[in-house]
């Protein structure tokens, strides 16, 4: 679908709406952090945040929906290779649910994140990033990368209704 007044229009149901999507890369100490530009066509790493628990990562996660006026939230689910929900991704559910209840009644995807790190430092490592540097930007590069990720597929059900 064309971009209209500068906005990517997703069909929902049977009407068209706006999206701006929040990309999150949960992790036991970090949560990285993408955001889809304005004309929600591509995902872009914007920040790391240190966790500070659920109910604290939730409150400034919904803060930052608020101030970008995000409209759908993606949170990485960090599947076994067998694609079961293993014990990360168990910790990640509870957080998926702390959060809903902060950002409610916006809805919360789950996108399959295996792999997401390992691509992300290729993609840093082919971008000529240095070692250190890398370390401080590698979650949200893998927050833009699974933000992306979910965002071309949806742009693709969406299209084909």
Do not use: C
Not at 47 to 58: C, I, K, W
Not at 134 to 144: G, L, M, Y
């Amino acid at each position: 679908m064309p971009p209209i007044r500068g906005l990517y229009f997703f069909r929902s149901s049977s009407r068209l709406r706006a999206v701006r999507a929040l990309g999150l890369d949960v992790g036991s100490k970090t949560i990285g952090i993408a955001l889809t530009d304005e004309a929600g066509i591509a995902a872009h790493p914007l920040t790391v945040l240190e966790r500070a628990g659920n109910s604290g990562d939730a409150t400034t996660i919904a803060a930052m929906v608020a101030q970008n006026g995000v409209t759908d939230v993606v949170v990485g689910m960090p599947y076994e290779l067998s694609g079961k929900v293993g014990h990360r991704g168990r910790q990640v559910q509870q957080f998926i649910k702390v959060l809903a209840a902060a950002i409610a009644p916006l809805e919360i995807h789950e996108q399959d994140e295996r792999f997401t790190t390992a691509e992300a430092e290729r993609v840093l490592i082919e971008a000529d990033v240095s070692r250190a540097k890398r370390k401080t930007v590698i979650d949200q590069q893998a927050a833009a990368l699974i933000l992306q990720t979910w965002l071309d597929a949806y742009r693709k059900r969406t299209e084909s209704r």
